[in-house]
């Protein structure tokens, strides 16, 4: 889904509208543009008072434009820089949705480049990124592998940790990592591995309450870590082993 990459004011405006205007919804790329007229006197005092108002920073100024730091988000954003303003010392770029196609965050990249105050402005890098969990995204990273990812965190909120487990997992089995896959070979997290196999997942599997019943006296002598371990071993599970417990996938 495509999102307005700004608000752009043809000149100062009072200090409310520009302050109601940086609040609200956008990716990160709020401008306050002054004016085209290179003679005309900037309203310093209304711009200032708008940044103040709506709680950000000014980022950098470039000549007439006013650019601020982006406003928090939730989504996951990468940070993509035009390398000649950067090699002439200028700080352009713009924080652009992940959860969208390759296609579309190429687009935008490419309206961030038009924007460059540099001219023929073509190439351009990921120089930060945001609420990707754990995962890390390279300078160049493709913008396939971007979307792929971002689009896969945006269709599973607060899974980031997981997620970040599953495309290990997936680069391991040589899977290609989706939303349908994901749901399909994840099956949770626990603390450790007798945890696991004290779960309702694995009593359900193996029939424990059948177990149990057959064999009443047997059953209060299962060794938990044992079969914890067991389980990892066995081959029909993924299991990766965090500071914190282990996630859990299909083999």
């Known amino acids: 889904m495509r999102r307005n990459k700004g608000l752009m004011f043809p000149e100062a405006r009072t200090a409310s509208e ?13 401008v306050i543009l002054t004016t085209t007229d290179k003679q005309a006197i900037t309203d310093e005092r209304a711009i200032n008072l708008a940044v103040a108002l709506a709680g950000e920073e000014e980022n950098c100024r470039i000549g007439e434009r006013c650019r ?23 700080i352009h770029g713009w924080w652009i949705d992940a959860v969208q196609d390759s296609d579309d965050i190429l687009s935008d990249i490419q309206e961030m480049l038009e924007t460059s ?3 023929d402005a073509e190439e351009w890098s990921i120089h930060d990124f945001d609420n990707f969990g754990s995962i890390r995204i390279s300078e160049y990273e493709s913008l396939e592998t971007v979307a792929r990812w971002g689009q896969l965190l945006g269709e599973n909120p607060n899974e980031e940790q997981a997620i970040s487990y599953y495309i290990q997992y997936c680069r391991e089995k040589e899977v290609e990592p989706n939303h349908e896959h994901f749901q399909e070979s994840y099956i949770g997290f626990w603390d450790d591995l ?28 299962i060794d938990w870590e044992y079969l ?22 299909h083999n």
């Open 18 to 30: 520009v302050a109601y205007a940086l609040k609200s919804e956008t990716d990160g790329n709020a």
């Open 68 to 90: 601020v730091s982006e406003p928090p988000l939730t989504s996951p954003m990468i940070y993509v820089a035009c390398l000649a303003a950067y090699n002439q010392g200028i």
């Open 117 to 119: 105050p540099v001219n």
């Open 194 to 221: 007798k945890d696991f196999a004290q779960s309702d997942y694995i009593a359900e599997l193996y029939d424990l309450s059948g177990f149990q019943t057959r064999e009443e006296f047997w059953s209060q002598y």
């Open 228 to 249: 914890g371990r067991e389980l990892d071993l066995g081959g029909g599970f993924y299991i990766d082993e965090t500071p914190n417990g282990i996630y859990v996938f």
